[in-house]
């Protein structure tokens, strides 16, 4: 295929440095409210920046396991 995912890396690293800094240690301990809280802790210059990080969240707590993706629906962050 060739694709490239350095785009999505960054963003997920991103989000480990942060949950690192929030002293999260299980899954369970990531809620609506602390991804928002990190969505807030980086602004973005463009709809479109903020945009693909709000993708990258979502596809991959979709990816991580599909029964816990609805628990992130109940805010506007995913």
Do not use: C
Request: no cysteine; hydrophobic share 40%.
């Amino acid at each position: 295929m060739g694709k490239r995912y350095d785009n999505e890396a960054a963003a997920l690293q991103l989000l480990d440095h942060y949950v690192l800094d929030q002293q999260v240690e299980t899954l369970e301990a990531i809620t609506p409210a602390l991804l928002d809280a990190f969505l807030d802790s980086r602004p973005r210059a463009s709809a479109r920046s903020y945009n693909h990080l709000l993708s990258v969240l979502r596809r991959f707590f979709r990816w991580l396991d599909p029964e816990v993706s609805p628990r992130f629906r109940r805010q506007n962050s995913l």
